[in-house]
């Protein structure tokens, strides 16, 4: 018997379908034979246009109204019979904390303070530091105190400034020796985070676990960035040594569910991580329906699941063509653009499923008249009512910190 028939068809509902990879992810499933529905607190998000989805369902947007928010997730779980829930986006944080009451599904993600504690970019580098690995030196900036004397103590050095709970890079800064202090608003209720910047490659990794088992893996370069902020080009490394990395921190703290980090690779072979995201990432657009990620995410696999070495880039390919150009800097670079483009497969585009490209146009100027509404920048509108950025204290003072199983250390070097 093949593990397919063994695995058998599953009732998934996928949350945050704004977002490419949860597109992608979607149409995985539905090649793979699972009824797909799809719920999204935006009126045009991007799988509401996919063919690969049962249904579409509107639902309230978490940040402002959370409890209808629970309230409409426990219904469509039990009217449409849902077998597994993956939240996609940062829906996930208020996900999390009802996942109980989600009854006879399982739902693929783990304890709300766990996710918070990693989605904490001060806590998550406490923890590495925790575990004796290397990471790059951090500081907790939560007053104007705070800056003042970080700047007398550290001015000399490169630093990156990021808010503790943030995402694409939105309002990173970078300070360096001699210049003047990015004004940000610091305040025990928005905390930043200084982090020294470390020379290097940067990577991406994406994972799904359980119970601290890995179950699939995956990484790329950022290489081909939205500014300073998300990749938007992917190609396999399969780096061994940050497979052996994220296989042992997801080990030591028993974690479960889909899991993202970003790291810097400084040219001695050291590995710096900058930051995790405890959710699904683009790493998700390496996969091929074949390889079957659905094992993975069901955890019915006895082993990792990567995509296979070789296989075709993805890309987002409308932002490619804004902001690859202007990344590529030298002569060699553009050559690099432009075969990048030429290789790469479009995640949102598909000959199978015409929606999602067709209606772009139409998201975008949804998103713009929201933005506008809001006074919002349109970068940001993307996520604005699924964010969690708070309760900070609550989950950096340990109140909310969970325990951890002491293993080896991850192995180094090589490729998968």
């Given amino acids: 018997m093949s593990t397919r028939k063994k695995l058998g068809s599953r009732r998934i509902l996928i949350t945050g379908g704004r977002a490419p990879a949860a597109l992608d992810l979607a149409r995985q499933l539905s090649a793979l034979g699972h009824t797909i529905y799809a719920a999204d607190s935006l009126a045009s998000p991007l799988l509401r246009f996919s063919r690969c989805i049962e249904k579409f369902i509107r639902i309230p947007g978490p940040r402002d109204n959370a409890s209808a928010f629970a309230e409409a997730l426990q219904a ?26 989600l009854q006879g599904c399982t739902v693929l993600t783990d304890d709300f303070g766990k996710l918070i504690a990693l989605h904490d970019k001060a806590s998550f580098i406490r923890l590495v530091e925790e575990m004796e690995l290397p990471a790059p030196h ?11 004397a970080f700047l007398e103590r550290e001015g000399t050095r490169k630093w990156v400034l990021k808010p ?4 694409f890079a939105n309002h990173t800064r970078l300070y360096g020796p001699g210049e003047a202090l990015p004004r940000i608003n610091v305040s025990p209720d928005n905390p930043w985070v200084a982090q020294h910047f470390v ?23 950022a290489d081909f960035t939205a500014g300073r902020g998300a990749t938007i080009y992917f190609k396999s490394c399969g780096r061994r040594d940050l497979f052996g990395w994220v296989e042992y921190f997801v080990r030591e703290i028993r974690f ?3 899991i993202a980090f970003d790291f810097i690779v400084h040219e001695s072979g050291v590995i710096y991580p900058l930051e995790c995201n405890p959710r699904a990432t683009s790493g998700l657009h390496l996969f091929a329906p074949e390889e079957g990620i659905d094992r993975a995410l069901l955890d019915c696999t006895d082993t ?3 995509p296979s070495p070789g296989g075709r880039p993805a890309m987002i390919t409308a932002a490619m063509l804004m902001y690859g150009a202007a990344a590529c800097g030298t002569p060699a670079g553009l050559r690099q653009w432009i075969a990048g483009l030429a290789r790469g497969r479009d995640v949102i585009f598909s000959r199978k499923d015409w929606g999602p490209a067709l209606a772009q146009g139409k998201i975008l100027l949804d998103l713009w008249r929201e933005a506008r509404a809001k006074r919002v920048p349109l970068k940001e509108i993307t996520t604005y009512d699924i964010e969690w950025n708070g309760y900070y204290e609550s989950v950096s003072d340990g109140g909310d910190r969970f325990s951890r199983r002491k293993s080896d250390p991850p192995p180094a070097g090589g490729r998968l």
């Fill in 304 to 306: 990792v699941i990567i």
């Fill in 164 to 167: 503790v709970f943030s995402r």
């Fill in 199 to 221: 020379e290097g490659r940067e990577y991406c990794v994406y994972a799904v676990a359980h119970k601290g088992r890995l179950t699939a893996y995956a990484d790329y370069a």
């Fill in 76 to 101: 469509i779980v039990r009217e449409r019979s849902i077998d597994l829930l993956i939240p996609t986006c940062e829906e996930i944080f208020y996900v999390a904390q009802i996942k109980s009451k």
């Fill in 138 to 148: 951090t500081v907790l900036l939560e007053t104007e105190r705070d800056m003042h």
């Fill in 256 to 258: 479960t569910g889909q």
